[in-house]
């Protein structure tokens, strides 16, 4: 069996205004940049009301749908925007998480990867912020917890942003574990240390600005792992942001493109040790493009080594 790749032509109709950094050439660069790999290819389906209904209240979506414009663009926020193609690629986006999900679990595939946006790390419960819709990686861990019916799911989180929105979705569910990185300070201001969750189920790692790579693998190594092993998940679910990279315009860490290939490597390890391989990633962050197209080919590359 190959990594499966899940992706979705619907998730390049999403346009935001000229110069924002969350645009149609980010996936148009990862699907490029992935294109000679040998992948499982998989179209991701509409994500169903019911699976949205897992995380965001139906609000959520009403509001959504009435903002959603037939043509030019609407504002949600300060920087999260909706034009006429933007709903149908967040369907897809959260469908591919669901799909994913599936294929892991269901024995379709051994680990596989979003290629999506809008990305949804950012979206709280009741809240479209931070260029995020629906909350990705958090339906990905509810669909394996209520309609898998596994007992504990973790998710780990490296996008260089505090996954905000993650943390809220999950912060009352006891069969989730979340380990999260972000540089701090930084938007959106959340992620500290005793941000815990209500069941000790959060935890936070902050990293300086301007650290590196070095930096990062000592608190994975130190922290986050073992957290890992002590909550012996049944699957992980990675949220794939690739803007700590030293080239990204929108932060100030400076990870390599080799640093992504060892933090995934050493979450398949993990996922081999500890629930058959079984792991899902989707796509969050990365504005720079060449950058963003490398770290995010290293990552699917050591999924697929994970599988030989």
Aim: charged share 20%.
């Amino acid at each position: 069996m190959k990594t499966a790749l899940v992706t979705h032509a619907d998730c390049l109709e999403h346009e935001t205004p000229e110069g924002h950094p969350e645009r149609v050439a980010r996936l148009e660069h990862v699907l490029h940049a992935l294109a000679p790999l040998d992948l499982e290819r998989v179209t991701a389906p509409m994500a169903a009301e019911d699976d949205i209904l897992r995380i965001h209240p139906a609000a959520h979506l009403d509001m959504l749908r009435r903002t959603s414009p037939e043509r030019g663009f609407a504002r949600i926020d300060g920087d999260t925007f909706l034009s006429p193609g933007s709903l149908a690629a967040a369907f897809r986006a959260a469908g591919a998480a669901v799909r994913a999900v599936d294929m892991v679990l269901g024995g379709e595939a051994p680990n596989a990867f979003c290629a999506v946006r809008p990305p949804g790390h950012h979206a709280e419960h009741d809240t479209a912020m931070g260029f995020c819709l629906f909350g990705n990686a958090a339906l990905a861990v509810k669909h394996a917890l209520d309609h898998h019916g596994l007992s504990r799911v973790a998710v780990v989180d490296f996008d260089v942003h505090h996954g905000n929105g993650t943390q809220d979705l999950l912060w009352d569910e006891p069969r989730a574990l979340v380990v999260t990185s972000q540089q701090m300070p930084l938007w959106p201001g959340s992620g500290r240390r005793d941000e815990t969750g209500a069941h000790d189920n959060i935890l936070n790692l902050p990293l300086d600005p301007g650290s590196g790579g070095a930096e990062m693998r000592a608190i994975y190594e130190r922290e986050a792992f073992p957290r890992l092993r002590a909550f012996r998940p049944e699957l992980i679910v990675v949220s794939a942001g690739f803007d700590a990279h030293q080239d990204d315009p929108l932060a100030n860490l400076a990870w390599s493109t080799g640093d992504f290939a060892w933090i995934t490597a050493e979450l398949c390890k993990l996922a081999g040790a500890l629930c058959g391989g079984r792991l899902v990633s989707t796509l969050e962050g990365g504005y720079d493009l060449n950058a963003l197209a490398a770290a995010c080919r290293a990552h699917v590359e050591e999924l697929t080594k994970a599988v030989r």
